[in-house]
């Protein structure tokens, strides 16, 4: 059975097991507590040096690091990446994109808001907020009079996108200011099998 090293508030995990679920495939979660070290083991640096969840670990014990690595190799073969070279290099596009412009500066804001480390560089938590505004208008334009990312087709990219911007709002977003993205997200959400079990930060993950 497949295995999926994540930590229930990273939304870079929730793609994972979202895409897991669509696809029906069976497998076990390991809780990863990051704020008390256990991707930092030895042990678990060996399934990915870079100690950073989420990690899919196969049934031949090989080990899959990075969420758009991850999303890529499940999607192979199956309608969530498509086949045709264009539409393919377009999804692997928004990859990019997300983990490149959106991540960095949305999934950074919202960590520090939720845990606090906002209030600690107030000035830097501002750049993040601006250089994640940048990012949502580029999603909102290229949503506009589009149902899904790439080829009117719910793919991969889809999922990419979907989880750090359906969270921006816990970094107080004002998410109204993106209809756009905001009616993807719904379309998202009533996609066959999808499950959203993002889990809130704990107690120990404030600073």
Not at 110 to 132: I, K, N, S, V, Y
């Amino acid at each position: 059975m497949l295995r999926l090293y994540d930590y229930g508030p990273s939304a870079n995990c929730l793609k994972v097991r979202i895409l897991l679920r669509q696809l029906g495939l069976a497998f076990e979660r390991v809780p990863v507590d990051i704020f008390a070290g256990e991707s930092r083991t030895d042990a678990y640096r060996v399934l990915n040096p870079a100690a950073r969840t989420p990690v899919l670990e196969l049934e031949s014990g090989e080990a899959i690091a990075e969420s758009g690595a991850i999303l890529l190799y499940l999607a192979e073969g199956t309608p969530m990446l498509p086949s045709e070279p264009v539409s393919r290099a377009h999804v692997h596009q928004w990859l990019f994109f997300e983990q490149n412009l959106l991540e960095p500066h949305v999934g950074t804001a919202r960590f520090w808001r939720l845990t606090g480390r906002d209030l600690g560089r107030p000035e830097a938590f501002e750049r993040h907020l601006e250089a994640g505004r940048d990012s949502l208008a580029i999603l909102e334009a290229h949503l506009t009079g589009r149902a899904f990312l790439v080829d009117e087709r719910y793919s991969a990219a889809d999922i990419a996108l979907y989880g750090y911007t359906h969270a921006a709002h816990e970094a107080e977003y004002d998410m109204s200011a993106y209809p756009s993205i905001r009616g993807w997200l719904t379309r998202v959400e009533a996609t066959p099998r999808f499950e959203n079990d993002l889990e809130p930060y704990y107690a120990n993950a404030r600073v």
